[in-house]
């Protein structure tokens, strides 16, 4: 099992990105997929997850900004921010949930 994380680069305040996880080696549409990121000094958290049904949870307070979302056809999961700000730095890593299978992160910056 494989899990590939992409999309993450330098953005100004205000900016957007797709974050991509494609996933290989297993029956994707099967599995619940989150997304962590870790700041600088700080522990990994989660911020969002997308069940294999397609129910999504965004964490509070980055709702109203994060989108999570799947294409079961492409293997792939998403994350959309929008808005992005300075504290949003970070290094955004996928997960399949309930295994203990990571992608290697993708880092996003945030900075005028």
């Known amino acids: 099992v494989q899990l590939q994380a992409s999309g993450g680069g330098l953005v100004q305040p205000g900016g957007s990105l797709r974050l991509s996880c494609a996933v290989s080696g297993t029956i994707f549409r099967l599995k619940d997929i989150g997304w962590f990121r870790q700041a600088p000094g700080k522990e990994r958290h989660l911020v969002a997850t997308?069940?294999?049904?397609?129910?999504?949870w965004v964490a509070h307070p980055v709702e109203d900004r994060f989108t999570v979302s799947r294409d079961n056809a492409k293997n792939t999961a998403y994350l959309q921010i929008n808005n992005l700000k300075p504290e949003d730095t970070a290094r955004y890593y996928c997960?399949?949930?309930?295994?203990?299978?990571w992608g290697q992160g993708t880092q996003v910056t945030v900075s005028s």
């Open positions: 997960k399949m949930m309930r295994s203990d299978y």
């Open positions: 997308i069940t294999f049904g397609g129910t999504a």
